[in-house]
């Protein structure tokens, strides 16, 4: 059974937190529960994946050496989620003077309520309990965001209660960093805060004088003080103050995953794929595809690099692909719901919302943009299914005049009906353990993904009504064109070769 934590500062002083235990620094804190961490091989930040031999073991120095430090990364990086778990390296419980603003120190007040409140009860001074949650303070950095906020300001109101002066400590309304004392302060975006804000910041990590109305008020705070940032904002548009920047001790640069394989764990982790009173099974290629969508758009040359592709991305068009084989099965009441290709193509205002497009891009339109990366997305893992596969009879038999169209307006056992007259389809499906004993949802997704494989790699066509037809022969425009273009060429190899051959002759 738990031993109950102490309720006053009697009990405290004949308790285990004794006063060098709690005179312990935050950051002297997360030292010695790093080190006990380290020591034990346990398993550092857990939920982050992709960053073990990058981005955690510079976290883990900057956490040794006792530094401020920031991240710095794009979207969707996972920078918040860094920050958050630092709480891990925190104590499970922190007392504190119960009813003080700035979470005092039982044996070392700071602030003069928690000092006259312990010389007015003595050991009988209530004492309230932080969990590690609780000791971590998170602030959006926007450009409205005032002194007040983060420092303080003066409360008439509570002076006229008090009859206080409004210079005196006991009116002073205390903003989030005080209240952050003793615990882990983190500031996201931090080079949208203004020059005055960050100015108040350093010199509070540096001295710990607290100026509110042009009051003085000395309070020695134990903060440990984290930011993030995008690059863009840190470093080109030069928007934090030199000060400021000096006084971080550790700089950190998160990435995106490095694999596939690494985005499928994180959004295998992430997205709601798990519905309650539906029995859904996603398919490994569907996945692939999904991640590397995310992949290809942050390569793609019509997408802004400088904001970056989000792994949201993926979550949230993994979460759509999910709903649509979901709606398909509840439509005609299918007890299995797999997600085919074709739902990919329906997530697409999951993507659009995510991708920031450059000037050629915008021109082109997002939703044409997002269908060219789609299908070289569906390429790509194709190729690695199906690179040795020949598929010309299946060519064939569309060449003579066979169609088929895969909706969401029929059962997946209609759906199964049509591409089995496609000779030779189920045949080449083996490298996805396909087999006659296969249920219908999950053949006929593996079969409109080989055709949509097909048709990415322009083997056949497909319509925008999801009816896969022979591949289109190019029309005699495109033939005259080619031909005229090849003549150009050729003219020009002439005129080279003439150029040549008169330099020769002077020579």
Same mark, same amino acid.
């Not at 500062?9 to 937190?17: D, I, N, T």
């Not at 550790?250 to 798990?274: K, L, M, V």
């Not at 307006?409 to 996805?432: D, M, R, Y």
């Given at each position: 059974?738990?031993?109950?934590?102490?309720?006053?500062?009697?009990?405290?002083?004949?308790?285990?937190?004794?006063?060098?235990?709690?005179?312990?620094?935050?950051?002297?804190?997360?030292?010695?529960?790093?080190?006990?961490?380290?020591?034990?091989?346990?398993?550092?930040?857990?939920?982050?994946?992709?960053?073990?031999?990058?981005?955690?073991?510079?976290?883990?120095?900057?956490?040794?050496?006792?530094?401020?430090?920031?991240?710095?990364?794009?979207?969707?990086?996972?920078?918040?989620?860094?920050?958050?778990?630092?709480?891990?390296?925190?104590?499970?419980?922190?007392?504190?003077?119960?009813?003080?603003?700035?979470?005092?120190?039982?044996?070392?007040?700071?602030?003069?309520?928690?000092?006259?409140?312990?010389?007015?009860?003595?050991?009988?001074?209530?004492?309230?309990?932080?969990?590690?949650?609780?000791?971590?303070?998170?602030?959006?950095?926007?450009?409205?965001?005032?002194?007040?906020?983060?420092?303080?300001?003066?409360?008439?109101?509570?002076?006229?209660?008090?009859?206080?002066?409004?210079?005196?400590?006991?009116?002073?309304?205390?903003?989030?960093?005080?209240?952050?004392?003793?615990?882990?302060?983190?500031?996201?975006?931090?080079?949208?805060?203004?020059?005055?804000?960050?100015?108040?910041?350093?010199?509070?990590?540096?001295?710990?004088?607290?100026?509110?109305?042009?009051?003085?008020?000395?309070?020695?705070?134990?903060?440990?003080?984290?930011?993030?940032?995008?690059?863009?904002?840190?470093?080109?548009?030069?928007?934090?103050?030199?000060?400021?920047?000096?006084?971080?001790?550790?700089?950190?640069?998160?990435?995106?995953?490095?694999?596939?394989?690494?985005?499928?764990?994180?959004?295998?982790?992430?997205?709601?794929?798990?519905?309650?009173?539906?029995?859904?099974?996603?398919?490994?290629?569907?996945?692939?595809?999904?991640?590397?969508?995310?992949?290809?758009?942050?390569?793609?040359?019509?997408?802004?690099?400088?904001?970056?592709?989000?792994?949201?991305?993926?979550?949230?068009?993994?979460?759509?692909v999910i709903s649509n084989a979901e709606r398909?099965?509840?439509?005609?009441?299918?007890?299995?719901?797999?997600?085919?290709?074709?739902?990919?193509?329906?997530?697409?205002?999951?993507?659009?919302?995510?991708?920031?497009?450059?000037?050629?891009?915008?021109?082109?339109?997002?939703?044409?943009?997002?269908?060219?990366?789609?299908?070289?997305?569906?390429?790509?893992?194709?190729?690695?299914?199906?690179?040795?596969?020949?598929?010309?009879?299946?060519?064939?038999?569309?060449?003579?005049?066979?169609?088929?169209?895969l909706n969401d307006a029929q059962p997946a056992?209609?759906?199964?009906?049509?591409?089995?007259?496609?000779?030779?389809?189920?045949?080449?499906?083996?490298?996805?353990?396909?087999?006659?004993?296969?249920?219908?949802?999950?053949?006929?997704?593996?079969?409109?993904?080989?055709?949509?494989?097909? %048709? =990415?790699? /322009?083997?056949?066509? @497909?319509?925008? !009504?999801?009816? *896969?037809? +022979?591949?289109?022969?190019?029309? #005699?425009?495109?033939?005259?064109?080619? %031909? =005229?273009? /090849?003549?150009?060429? @050729?003219?020009? !190899?002439?005129? *080279?070769? +003439?150029?040549?051959?008169?330099? #020769?002759?002077?020579?």
């Amino acid at each position: 059974m738990a031993t109950a934590l102490p309720t006053t500062l009697g009990q405290l002083r004949k308790s285990e937190f004794t006063p060098e235990r709690l005179a312990r620094s935050v950051k002297d804190e997360l030292r010695e529960n790093l080190i006990a961490k380290l020591r034990a091989k346990e398993r550092l930040f857990p939920g982050i994946v992709g960053y073990e031999d990058t981005v955690v073991p510079q976290i883990v120095n900057a956490v040794l050496s006792k530094h401020n430090f920031i991240l710095l990364g794009l979207r969707g990086q996972a920078k918040s989620r860094i920050l958050r778990s630092l709480t891990t390296l925190l104590d499970p419980a922190c007392p504190h003077v119960a009813g003080a603003e700035t979470r005092d120190n039982p044996y070392a007040p700071i602030s003069k309520f928690a000092r006259d409140l312990i010389a007015r009860l003595g050991d009988e001074t209530p004492i309230a309990w932080l969990s590690p949650s609780d000791r971590f303070v998170e602030k959006l950095a926007t450009p409205d965001v005032t002194v007040a906020d983060l420092v303080g300001d003066i409360d008439p109101i509570k002076a006229a209660r008090s009859n206080q002066d409004l210079g005196s400590e006991l009116t002073m309304h205390y903003g989030l960093l005080p209240r952050a004392n003793r615990g882990i302060f983190a500031i996201n975006e931090v080079p949208d805060l203004a020059g005055k804000i960050q100015v108040a910041l350093f010199n509070i990590m540096q001295e710990g004088d607290v100026q509110i109305k042009g009051y003085p008020v000395r309070l020695p705070l134990d903060v440990a003080i984290v930011f993030s940032a995008n690059p863009e904002d840190y470093t080109a548009r030069g928007k934090i103050v030199t000060p400021l920047k000096d006084r971080i001790g550790s700089e950190i640069r998160t990435h995106y995953p490095e694999s596939i394989d690494e985005a499928i764990t994180i959004t295998t982790q992430e997205a709601w794929s798990r519905r309650p009173a539906s029995n859904i099974e996603v398919p490994h290629y569907i996945r692939q595809i999904v991640e590397q969508i995310a992949f290809s758009a942050r390569e793609d040359k019509k997408v802004d690099k400088r904001s970056g592709v989000s792994q949201r991305l993926p979550i949230s068009t993994m979460e759509l692909v999910i709903s649509n084989a979901e709606r398909r099965a509840l439509l005609h009441d299918e007890k299995l719901a797999v997600p085919r290709v074709g739902d990919i193509y329906a997530a697409l205002p999951g993507i659009t919302g995510k991708v920031e497009l450059e000037y050629e891009g915008e021109m082109r339109g997002a939703d044409a943009v997002i269908r060219e990366i789609i299908r070289a997305s569906v390429a790509s893992v194709f190729d690695q299914y199906f690179a040795a596969t020949n598929t010309q009879q299946i060519e064939q038999w569309f060449n003579l005049g066979g169609t088929v169209q895969l909706n969401d307006a029929q059962p997946a056992s209609g759906s199964l009906g049509e591409l089995q007259q496609i000779q030779g389809l189920f045949e080449k499906l083996s490298p996805l353990q396909i087999n006659g004993k296969s249920k219908p949802e999950v053949a006929v997704s593996a079969a409109e993904f080989l055709l949509e494989g097909m %048709y =990415a790699h /322009k083997r056949i066509s @497909r319509a925008e !009504e999801r009816v *896969f037809s +022979a591949a289109e022969k190019k029309s #005699r425009n495109d033939q005259a064109a080619n %031909y =005229a273009e /090849k003549m150009r060429e @050729r003219e020009q !190899e002439v005129d *080279f070769a +003439a150029k040549n051959r008169t330099r #020769r002759g002077f020579n």
